[in-house]
T-cell receptor
Framework: NAGVTQTPKFRILKIGQSMTLQCTQD?????MYWYRQDPGMGLKLIYY???????DKGEVPNGYNVSRSTTEDFPLRLELAAPSQTSVYFC??????????????FGPGTRLLVL | QQQVKQSPQSLIVQKGGIPIINCAYE??????FPWYQQFPGKGPALLIA?????SEKKEGRFTISFNKSAKQFSLHIMDSQPGDSATYFC????????????FGSGTRLSIRP
């Protein structure tokens, strides 16, 4: 199993440009998550999904959109990039979270720089 | 109420020492407290986790101590090694339809040879 894979690894965007961060998992996990990690700020949840066709906002959703058309894929869309979106983005997945104790498995991250 | 406060922000320990990282929470509905370890350039990975019905959990050189009444928990690393140098995140989650994890701000640990 490859686990959680993310592409690209690094990207530079100009202000106002758009892009899609790709995330794929091959563990047949129901739950998927997008986080951003800023220095000294921990991980902030952007969006999450509990299954195909179902998504919901996390703590910091403004400026982002997601979709979940399949169990495996959970892309994150930035429509109008802003310098405040410069960060490292992590995708994660878990089998189920009904008990509140399922391990989240993280991808390697995408480093995004908006200039 | 949803915050998890973590300290210190950074920590330097000599090899063989016992680094201790502390976390505090406010939401008494939290019932799962994992610790994640992150190496540079990598995603976080689950290290060890505890539930509030026990006061301590050990896995190898890593120990979580949990104080339910104080709403605090801590990570101890016994006989620390340079390979333990990483960023450590405490976290908390509670029973919900998606069990979103609330992460602490992280501790950058450096173990000197």
């Amino acid at each position: 199993n490859a686990g959680v894979t993310q592409t690209p690894k690094f990207r530079i965007l100009k202000i106002g440009q758009s892009m899609t961060l790709q995330c794929t998992q091959d563990m047949n996990h129901n739950y998927m998550y997008w986080y951003r990690q800023d220095p000294g700020m921990g991980l902030k949840l952007i969006y999450y999904s509990v299954g195909a066709g179902i998504t919901d906002k996390g703590e910091v959703p403004n400026g982002y959109n997601v979709s979940r058309s399949t169990t495996e894929d959970f892309p994150l869309r930035l429509e109008l990039a802003a310098p405040s979106q410069t960060s490292v983005y992590f995708c994660a997945s878990s089998y189920s979270a009904a008990s509140g104790s399922e391990t989240q498995y993280f991808g390697p991250g995408t480093r995004l720089l908006v200039l | 109420q949803q915050q998890v406060k973590q300290s210190p922000q950074s920590l330097i320990v000599q090899k063989g020492g016992i680094p201790i990282i502390n976390c505090a929470y406010e939401n008494t509905a939290f019932d799962y407290f994992p610790w994640y370890q992150q190496f540079p350039g990598k995603g976080p990975a689950l290290l060890i986790a505890i539930r509030p019905d026990v006061s301590e959990k050990k896995e190898g050189r890593f120990t979580i101590s949990f104080n339910k009444s104080a709403k605090q928990f801590s990570l101890h690393i016994m006989d620390s090694q340079p390979g333990d140098s990483a960023t450590y995140f405490c976290a908390a989650s509670g029973p919900s339809s998606a069990s979103k994890i609330i992460f602490g701000s992280g501790t950058r640990l450096s173990i000197r040879p």
